[in-house]
């Protein structure tokens, strides 16, 4: 499976991105999908996830400001990102879990000006 992750990008603060995550295989069998961010020299980090069924889980530090949702139609993962604040600028990358296997794409840079 291939993960390729788009729309990082440098936005102001309380500003709003949506990151995107297209896997190059049917997603429907994708267990779980998610999110990861690394800043600058810290370890990388859950973000959110969502399975198959749609249920998600978020880090305390995005609860209220984030929503993952997913569309297996499109095989694709979503993260919408609003109040965006400085300390949310990272390197986001997308996971994907099988039963068997896990999978990562190249991340994407996100930026938050102060």
């Known amino acids: 499976v291939q993960l390729q992750a788009s729309g990082g990008g440098l936005v102001q603060t309380g500003g709003s991105l949506t990151l995107s995550c297209a896997a190059s295989?049917?997603?429907?069998?994708?267990?779980?999908m998610g999110w990861y961010r690394q800043a600058p020299g810290k370890l990388r980090e859950l973000v959110a996830t969502?399975?198959?069924?749609?249920?998600?889980n978020y880090a305390d530090s995005v609860k209220g400001r984030f929503t993952i949702s997913r569309d297996n139609a499109k095989n694709t993962v979503y993260l919408q990102m609003k109040s965006l604040k400085p300390e949310d600028t990272a390197v986001y990358y997308c996971?994907?879990?099988?039963?068997?296997?896990?999978?990562w794409g190249q991340g994407t840079l996100v930026t938050v000006s102060s």
């Open positions: 295989r049917n997603s429907a069998r994708l267990n779980v």
């Open positions: 996971n994907a879990e099988t039963v068997s296997d896990n999978y």
């Open positions: 969502i399975t198959r069924g749609g249920n998600t």
